[in-house]
T-cell receptor, first 118, second 114 residues
């Protein structure tokens, strides 16, 4: 069965520091994709970054990067130079694809609440 | 602008009543999804649809029903059979259901049943 684990329910970080949000996953699928989403207090879900299981390089999007370690089944999100506006819930998610199946769905972890201190 | 709309943002109902949450997208996406989020928790998949007139149950479909008569619309009905319907409901869409297709989310509907 697929599973996403986020072990940090909450984190406090000083503004301008870098922060790493942990995510580990479990899957037996042939190929899969890993996503990170941000959820501000307004409730909307904002897509941040994607990493495919066969991508050789770690994904980067501006201040966001994904530290992908396939053998350890981890996909940690790194936010460089944190800002006050980064305070939000962050969710790690995975989509898998079984061989011969065209259908796949995204499953989400329980989230990490990040708070940035001024 | 393209996007996903959910209305209303807040919805209040009496216990025992069915209620339908709307979700409309103008992104021309084939796949649409409904999630439920309880306080302090992640998202759980209720139903998803890959194409018009087709949908599959997610992990917590009991007490919910959906329809997909049009590509743009994927309404969710919370029936009286749903034992604990008070929650935040998020609708999402994606180009397809495979690969790197990220999901785009609507603003959500907060349902309170008393």
């Amino acid at each position: 069965a697929q599973k996403i684990t986020q072990t940090q329910p909450g984190m406090f970080v000083q503004e301008k520091e870098a922060v790493t949000l942990d995510c580990t996953y479990d899957t037996s699928d042939q190929s899969y994709g890993l996503f990170w989403y941000k959820q501000p207090s307004s409730g909307e879900m904002i897509f941040l970054i994607y990493q495919g299981s066969y991508d050789e390089q770690n994904a980067t999007e501006g201040r966001y990067s994904l530290n992908f370690q396939k053998a350890r089944k981890s996909a940690n999100l790194v936010i460089s130079a944190s800002q006050l506006g980064d305070s939000a819930m962050y969710f790690c998610a995975m989509r898998g694809r079984r061989r011969y199946s065209s259908a796949s769905k995204i499953i989400f972890g329980s989230g990490t609440r990040l708070s940035i201190r001024p | 602008d393209g996007g996903i709309t959910q209305s209303p943002k807040y919805l209040f109902r009496k216990e025992g009543q069915n209620v339908t949450l709307s979700c409309e997208q103008n992104l021309n996406h084939d796949a649409m999804y409904w999630y439920r989020q309880d306080p302090g928790q992640g998202l759980r998949l209720i139903y998803y649809s890959q194409i018009v007139n087709d949908f599959q149950k997610g992990d917590i479909a009991e007490g919910y029903s959906v329809s997909r008569e049009k590509k743009e619309s994927f309404p969710l009905t919370v029936t009286s059979a749903q034992k604990n319907p008070t929650a935040f409901y998020l609708c999402a869409s994606s180009i397809g259901t495979g690969g790197s297709y990220e999901q785009y989310f609507g603003p959500g509907t907060r349902l309170t049943v008393t």
